[in-house]
């Protein structure tokens, strides 16, 4: 990970924060060979004796879930909102441009879990992600269905053994040009315009 002291939240709740208003995490690790593998799932968080565990599932018989059998070792990656910056936009602009983006890398071991755990799963899942009284919540749903779909499907317990992160949004250059990328971003949709605000929020602008 790129790991610079003033690419850094400023308390370490941020942290937290922004990996629950990002739970669609990028997942990887290796098999037995070192062969790399990888998927996306969503996450739920749960706090236990003051560590941190993050839970989802797999379908089975995956290159990723029979990687993650063999070698438990994982790494999950939070991403957020992310734009090019130009070097035309700085005070002095015969330096390099980049990238602003936030990110957040979270190491440890992966364990699968029995039926219970992934049933629970599953309806903290739609709850946390569904309407209340959506019909596609797990406890409006067949359980034939529910139980027919769990056969495929593996839940999974990740204990957070090591949290890195990178908040990289122009802290190191000076008030115009960080004034003056804001402006940029601020006339582009998406994510620019995404970094624009949070750079704002940042410094309260």
């Known amino acids: 990970m790129y790991d610079i002291s003033y690419f850094k939240a400023e308390h370490p709740e941020e ?6 208003a990002h739970p669609f995490a990028f997942i990887c690790g290796a098999d ?3 062969l790399p593998a990888a998927t996306q799932v969503p996450i739920l968080f749960e706090e236990r004796e003051g560590k ?6 797999f379908m089975k018989k995956q290159d990723h879930t029979n990687a993650f059998y063999e070698n438990p070792n994982v790494l999950l990656v939070f991403s957020g909102a992310h734009s090019y910056v130009s070097a035309s936009w700085y005070t002095n602009k015969q330096e390099a441009s980049t990238w602003n983006y936030q990110s957040v890398h979270a190491a440890g071991i992966i364990r699968f879990q029995d039926e ?8 903290q899942l739609t709850a946390h992600f569904e309407d209340e009284h959506s019909p596609s919540l797990v406890k409006n749903i067949d359980e034939i269905y529910i139980h027919k ?6 839940g999974f317990e990740v204990e957070v053994k090591s949290l890195r992160h990178v ?9 115009q040009s960080y004034s003056n990328i804001i402006s940029h971003l601020q006339e582009q949709e998406g994510d620019p315009k995404e970094v624009a605000r949070l750079m704002k929020e940042k410094n309260k602008l």
Request: aromatic content about 10%; proline content about 0%; glycine content about 6%.
């Open 32 to 34: 037995e060979n070192g």
């Open 52 to 57: 941190l565990f993050l839970q989802g599932h």
């Open 167 to 175: 908040f990289k949004m122009s802290q190191n250059r000076d008030a």
């Open 116 to 123: 219970a755990f992934l049933l629970r799963l599953l309806t």
């Open 149 to 154: 779909m769990m056969k495929a499907i593996v």
């Open 15 to 20: 942290v937290h924060a922004f990996m629950r």
